[in-house]
């Protein structure tokens, strides 16, 4: 019984702690300046909205029945005397609003419904953003597309709302504190700048199409003119004429030296025409001229940002220079791959880049990538107890058409390929003998394309498993790609493996069963075999190819060696 009134108190506690959600209290601002004929309408409606609690018109000094009209529906009207701009009408509404949310909405909209005024509103009541302004279906005017969008993409690339000019919006009456109200037309794309800016949370919500009056061109010249103010003001205040202007012209030039800096890298090792000298220079030239004005660079941002220490002053800066900003990363990859390459040895400092090959297949052969990157791979030593093994990278062996556990002769030593070691991707591991026949030692980089060089000569046994039946290939590595004809298996009319080698013409070539003598073929005659209940028919096909494989001749053993022994067990 006491634990049971324990639990109870405790779950009456917990219901009691439980804060009910604070109610928002929601004003509603229409600007009216000679709007008889609209503004009872736009009350209307927007008194109809459950969570509107106050709607206050600002009659900016009209001179009809506009305040009449405001005066009939119930809203709170408030007048000025003489006509001050929409900016002063939106400010005054802003002061003497009781609320916690507000909407700014025009009086001249003729088809405005209850629904649009909620989708401005509801973001902010849930608590999703801090200001909301509209976009509406019709098209963009002449003030947007040709003054507002292109000031704000180049001053403020990060702000790119459909319709930064819309007149409708709602916010947070706590973050409209930290916002400066222009009073005239700039004060919506104000607005915009200043949330942006300092990092209010500002979203673009659709309410579909409104109608209201167009604006004649003497007046659209006006607001043009205000906007333009208004924006050119903001950049100023912010930092983004400088930004463009001094911090532009000292990131160009860092630009310079920095590329200055990649030339004369590149000409030092990589143009042999050009004296070592030459590059040097480039080098050292472009290195002061980079530090010099990144240096400038930071000094000027630093001042800037204390300005306005802002993220989205950060993303329009990155977006401005992003050409520096590339600029810099290649030189460093440059950088670190010259300090990769590095080996110091007996007091000598010795730098040798090596690239990596870009393998693009253009025949129709199959392959699992048609375009692939390999190397460069780097020789070392053997594990201990792996002397008669090659770890082998896997892009080393497709150049050489190996795989793993396929057998490979150097000198008069055989060795098995095996796969590299977890995190040595690109590590060759020779045993000492493999090494000395190879004429490599530890710590020497071989590109993919030298491969076939290093390894000419030695022959390699490679393994096909099909439907039971394994084949042995065994070739020569030649130095270099060289004319060569596909040929085909089949056994029982099924087709076991396709390949391809350089074959001598009139040559024969010996075929072994279980390592047993039993036939030979004779370049390009296609032979046929018959083992037990199989037949073997091995085809020469086309010859629009290249390849590094010589097959073995006599001398070397059999050119190739089947298995049945499975296929036999299951026949039996």
């Known amino acids: 019984m006491y634990w049971f009134l324990v639990i109870i108190v405790f779950l009456l506690a917990g219901i009691k702690s439980e804060k009910p959600k604070k109610y928002q209290k929601v004003s509603v601002i229409i600007p009216a300046y000679n709007e008889e004929e609209t503004v009872s309408k736009v009350i209307e409606v927007v008194s109809k909205v459950s969570f509107v609690d106050e709607i206050i018109v600002v009659n900016d000094g009209s001179s009809d029945n506009t305040e009449a009209e405001a005066t009939k529906t119930g809203a709170i009207v408030i007048n000025h005397e003489t006509n001050k701009g929409k900016g002063e009408a939106l400010y005054t509404g802003y002061k003497e609003a009781e609320c916690d949310i507000i909407a700014f ?25 801090d200001i909301t302004k509209t976009k509406f279906s ?16 180049f001053f403020f690339p990060e702000i790119s709302f459909e319709q930064p000019l819309s007149g409708q919006f709602a916010a947070r009456k706590e973050v409209l504190k930290k916002i400066n109200f222009e009073k005239d037309y700039g004060v919506d794309v104000g607005i915009v700048i200043d949330a942006d800016v300092l990092g209010i949370s500002i979203t673009e919500v659709d309410i579909g199409a409104i109608e209201h009056d167009m604006s004649p061109l003497s007046d659209l010249n006006l607001m043009a003119n205000e906007v333009v103010r208004t924006i050119i003001s ?3 205040k912010y930092g983004r004429v400088v930004m463009i202007d001094d911090i532009g012209y000292y990131i160009r030039m ?4 920095l590329l200055l800096v990649i030339l ?19 080098s050292v030239i472009g290195l002061i001229i980079a530090i010099y004005y990144i240096v400038k660079v930071i000094v000027k941002s630093i001042v800037m940002f204390k300005k306005t220490p802002r993220a989205n002053l950060v993303r329009s800066f990155v977006k401005i220079h992003f050409p520096m900003i590339i600029s810099l990363i290649i030189l460093i990859l440059m950088i670190s791959t010259f300090i990769g390459a590095a080996h110091f040895e007996h007091g000598v400092l010795s730098i040798e880049p090596n690239s990596r090959n ?38 080393a062996m497709l150049t050489l058409g190996i795989k793993y556990n396929d057998t490979m002769v150097i000198g008069d030593e055989k060795y098995v390929i095996n796969e590299t070691r977890p995190g040595e991707p690109d590590v060759l591991r020779l045993p000492i003998e493999a090494k000395k026949e190879l004429n490599v030692q530890d710590e020497y980089v071989i590109q993919n394309s030298r491969l076939k060089e290093i390894f000419s ?50 040559a024969s070539y010996n075929i072994a069963i279980d390592g047993e003598y039993v036939t030979s073929i004779k370049y390009p005659e296609n032979k046929t075999f018959i083992y ?41």
């Open 457 to 506: 000569d030695s022959i390699i046994t490679h393994s096909y498993e099909n439907n039971n039946i394994t084949v042995y290939e065994k070739y020569i590595v030649s130095s270099n790609d060289k004319k060569a004809s596909n040929y085909e298996i089949l056994v029982n009319n099924e087709s076991i493996l396709t390949s391809a080698g350089i074959f001598k013409q009139n």
């Open 358 to 395: 870009l393998i693009i297949y253009a025949d129709d052969s199959p392959r699992d990538n048609s375009i692939t990157v390999r190397g460069p791979y780097t020789v070392d030593s053997a594990i201990e107890n792996e002397s008669d093994m090659i770890r082998m990278p896997a892009d």
């Open 138 to 153: 019709r098209a963009s005017g002449r003030v947007t597309e040709l003054t507002a969008k292109p000031l704000l993409n």
């Open 254 to 257: 860092a630009i310079l030296g």
């Open 264 to 282: 004369g890298l590149f000409t030092i090792f990589f143009v042999k025409f050009v004296p070592l000298s030459v590059g040097v220079i480039i």
């Open 532 to 572: 037990g209940d199989d037949t073997v028919d091995i085809i020469f096909k086309d010859n629009n190819i290249t390849s590094i494989k010589i097959p073995v001749r006599q001398n070397h053993g059999d050119f190739l060696n089947f298995e049945f022994e499975k296929l036999l067990e299951e026949n039996e």
């Open 234 to 236: 903001r950049a100023n």
């Open 105 to 129: 909405i025009d009086a001249d909209i003729y088809n405005l419904t209850s629904r649009k005024v909620e989708a401005m509103i509801k973001p902010i009541l849930d608590g999703k953003t």
